[in-house]
C-alpha cells in the first residue's frame, strides 16, 4: 500500500493532476484507508499487551519519531541543497532549520507548507517537499485515543470504541450527503479514522471474528451496494478494513514486512525522492510507468536504510523499555 501511494503520486508530481479515482478517492487516498484498517487492529492490540501505559506510549514514539526526524533532516540538509543543481534555485538553512523543527512537532505537518528557499520552485507538481506527512498527525491522534481509552474496563473500552466509530461513520454520511461521493474536505480525513476504528474493533471482537467465504463475500457486497449508491466513503470503513486484514493473513502476503518492514519509509520517503527525480527532469524524460518504477526504486533503499539503521534500533528500545516495565511490575507483584 506504501508502494501504491507512490504510484499514485506518479501522476500528480509530473504534472498530471491526481490520477485515476475510484467511488470519491484516488489510488494513493484507498492505499492509505487501508493501512489505517491494520494499523487500528495493530494499535489496539498492541495497547491490550502492551504491560503498561509507558511501554505502549514510548514504543509509538519510539515507532514513528526516531524515522522522522532522520527523513527531515535528509531532506532539508541532502535533497533540498541537491535542489539547487537543477536549475536557478536558491537554499535557505533557515528555512531548512525551520522545515525540521515545524515538522517534527507532528501538529506542524497540518501548518501548510514549509518552502525551503526556491528548492521546488517551478516544478509541475506541488511545491512541497513531503506532503503526505499530513496523514502522521491523524494516525498520532488515533493513537492516543486508543492509549487513553485502554484505561477504561475491557467492556467500556469496547463500547466506547463502538460509539466513536458510529459517530465518525455518521459525520461522513453527513459529509456525504452535502459534498457527494468525496465528503468534501473532511472526507479526506474522516474515511480514513473511520477505517482505523474499524481495525481497532476488529481486534476487540477478535473472537468473534472469522475469516469464511460468505463472511468475506458480503463485505464485498456492500462495498459494490456502497458504490452503487455513491456512498462508498461512508460505508466502507469496516468491511475495507476486514478484507484488507483478510489479505494480509493470507500465506502470499502474511510474511511481507516480518524482517524488515520498510512500510513507513517507503511512504515518507517516497514523496521527496520523487521530486528529486522530478528536478533531475527524469519525469520530463519518461513515460509515467516508467517514472513510477524509477520511484519505487529509488525510494525502496531509502526505506531500508530507515528500517535497518534507525527504526530498528528505535523499535529495540521500545522493546527493552517493555522488558525493563515488565521485569518491574513482576517485582512488584512478587
Known sequence: MAALVIVAHSWWLTGLGPGPALAGGQLGSWSVVGFFGISGYLITLSRIRAVSSLAFFSARFLRIIPGLAVCLAVTAFVFAPLATLFGNRSYSLDEAIDYVLINITILGTQLGRTPIGSTLSGIPGADEWNSPLWTLFWEVMCYLLIGFLAYLKPELFRAAIVVIFGVVVGALLMQVAAYGPTAGVWGRVLCPVATFLAGSLLCLFRARVVIKTSVVSMALCLLVVSFLAGNTLALCPLPFAYLTLVLGAS????????????????????????????????????????????????????????????????????????????????????
Open 251 to 334: 500465506p502470499v502476503f502474511h510474511r511481507i514486512g516480518s524482517r524488515f518492514d520498510i512500510s513507513y519509509g517507503m511512504y515518507i520517503y517516497g514523496w521527496p525522492a520523487q521530486q528529486i527525480l522530478v528536478l533531475a527532469g527524469v519525469a520530463a524524460a519518461v513515460p509515467l510507468g516508467t517514472f513510477a518504477f524509477l520511484s519505487l526504486a529509488v525510494t525502496a533503499p531509502l526505506a531500508w536504510l530507515s528500517c535497518a539503521f534507525v527504526e530498528g534500533p528505535a523499535q529495540e528500545v521500545a522493546r527493552q523499555v517493555g522488558a525493563r516495565n515488565r521485569f518491574s511490575r513482576h517485582l512488584t507483584i512478587s
